[in-house]
């Protein structure tokens, strides 16, 4: 259950024989980043702690899926119970995960790797129809198996799978690249990355099947992939998605970190020569939309280290106080089933278990609790502000993965890159100068501006708080700060799980951006 304090360092448990080190990257011995049990090593990998079984298989199913969801840095799930005819029953416990429809492929595979690693997980049954987007897994303490319905949030790609990283990644293959112009050049593109498919590993049939006539994915992709070709990257030998697995031939980047088994965000790696270098690829259509989101991961996720035990345990006191009584309100407005009011008398709910009850609670019964002087915001904020540096140099590091540049030594590179276009029959063909930040400038410009600088939160000025009156959403607003210099606006939000802790998510400030120019 993703609670603020969900995850511990783990106590003495018996050490395995170090294998051999990948090429001159630190090995370390840890377990796995779930607490799960370990197979085998990771990269500078943040243990978890452990899943502990009370008997309860909907909250334990709900906990396991929660509990890999944290290992995935890059896309953010909502967990909730499927409690649909036949998806629970004696034999299996039915959840949802829900998030963006092309992005359920990459959590599965993603899941699935976690599982494979852990000696307290085992996958379980799954309908071959099934096996690319959902996942079904097996825990040791448990008679029955969880079955994890990966469910998309209703966003959907027009046509299968969006082609958007294939395409970009494939004109990293090209000699040369301009900007078209004209249909008849956008289409002569989409063939060459058809053509070239042989030199593009991990491309799903279903991204491929998608490719013809996307012309506006097509605009954003060569946007990218112009500024990738400016930084000397184009012309490459291969390249590989990473969307379903990571090749064999990159998979020694694939590194976990701070738990996320993810860390390397990278969408797909190019290969030249002896080189390599990851791609963490967003999109928009204009310089003046909003930017992509640089993270967007659960509160508990980004912050396990022991140093945050106590802040954690005060944000998890808070937490049930609050939803402690918005279990008494839904009582009293009656707005609780009554199969719940039996449920709470027969059990009266306390602060260990209410996680079992507010699932339970009409979500528009929440959200506006979670709005006005009493929302369980102004705790959080209080606290987020009163341990303000020690959370702000924690998320410099999440947030801009400056850790990745310790690759470097193993001839792996990284770059953040957006790419920037649309198309549309009256506007015909319009191609922006992509946005390009590779990590030595962004540790560069980092160090610049920190020097003696205190790395802090801030409350963003003059924005309106979830226990502000007059609040219109149940939001938390911040600014990351060096000094005076606001590097990242952040939001705090639930994503339709209140079981859950609340996710952070973060955008680059303009002024951070300025100092690339």
């Known amino acids: 259950m993703k609670s603020f304090s969900t995850f511990k360092e783990h106590e003495s448990r018996p050490k395995e024989e170090t294998p051999e080190p990948i090429q001159e990257t630190a090995v370390v011995e840890r377990y796995s980043p779930l607490g799960f049990g370990l197979k085998q090593f990771q990269l500078d990998e943040a243990p978890l702690g452990p899943v502990s079984y009370d008997g309860d298989d909907e909250a334990f199913a709900l906990e396991i899926a929660s509990k890999l969801d944290d290992g995935i840095s890059s896309i953010n799930a909502a967990i909730e119970l499927d409690n649909r005819r036949d998806k629970t029953n004696g034999a299996k416990v039915g959840v949802f995960a829900i998030m963006p429809d092309n992005l359920r492929t990459k959590w599965s595979a993603l899941a699935n790797q976690i599982i494979e690693d852990s000696d307290d997980l085992e996958s379980a049954t799954i309908p071959d129809g099934r096996k690319e987007k959902d996942v079904s897994v097996k825990h040791k303490d448990m008679d029955r198996y969880v079955y994890i319905n990966c469910r998309p949030d209703g966003k959907r790609s027009k046509a299968g799978d969006d082609p958007n990283e294939l395409m970009t990644a494939a004109l990293c293959l090209k000699n040369s690249l301009t900007a078209p112009k004209t249909v008849e050049e956008m289409d002569e593109l989409i063939k060459f990355v058809q053509l070239n498919l042989s030199k593009v590993k991990g491309a799903k049939q279903s991204q491929i099947d998608s490719l013809e006539g996307d012309y506006v994915n097509l605009c954003s992709a060569v946007s990218a992939a112009l500024t990738i070709h400016k930084n000397k990257y184009g012309n490459a030998d291969m390249v590989y998605l990473t969307g379903q697995a990571w090749d064999q031939d990159v998979k020694q980047f694939q590194i976990t970190k701070y738990g996320m088994k993810d860390f390397n965000s990278s969408d797909f790696i190019i290969k030249k020569g002896s080189s390599f270098l990851g791609v963490s690829l967003k999109k928009k259509q204009l310089y003046s939309q909003k930017d992509p989101t640089l993270i967007n991961k659960s509160f508990s996720t980004l912050f396990q280290d022991s140093k945050f035990n106590k802040m954690m345990a005060e944000l998890d006191k808070r937490a049930a106080q609050f939803y402690l009584r918005v279990l008494v309100v839904a009582k009293q407005k009656k707005i609780a089933s009554p199969k719940l009011l039996a449920d709470m008398e027969k059990t009266r709910p306390n602060a260990k278990n209410w996680k079992k009850f507010i ?118 607003k911040f600014d990351l700060m060096i000094g005076k210099l606001p590097v990242c606006h952040i939001e705090l939000r639930y994503k339709g799980n209140f079981r859950s802790a609340p996710s952070f998510t973060a955008i680059m400030t303009d002024e951070f951006k300025s100092l690339y120019k």
């Open 359 to 476: 699932q339970r609670i009409p979500n528009d019964l929440i959200n506006s609790q979670l709005k006005g002087n009493k929302s369980l915001f102004r705790s959080m904020s209080m606290i987020i502000l009163k341990n303000k540096e020690l959370m702000a140099n924690q998320l410099i590091q999440l947030i801009f993965k400056a850790d990745l540049k310790d690759l470097k030594k193993v001839n792996f590179d990284f770059t953040l890159v957006t790419g920037i276009g649309d198309y549309g029959p009256r506007k015909g063909v319009d191609v922006k100068i992509g946005d390009y930040k590779d990590i030595d400038t962004v540790s560069t410009k980092l160090n610049e501006i920190v020097k003696n600088e205190k790395i802090t939160i801030r409350e963003t000025p003059g924005a309106v708080q979830a226990f502000n009156e007059g609040a219109t959403a149940a939001t938390l």
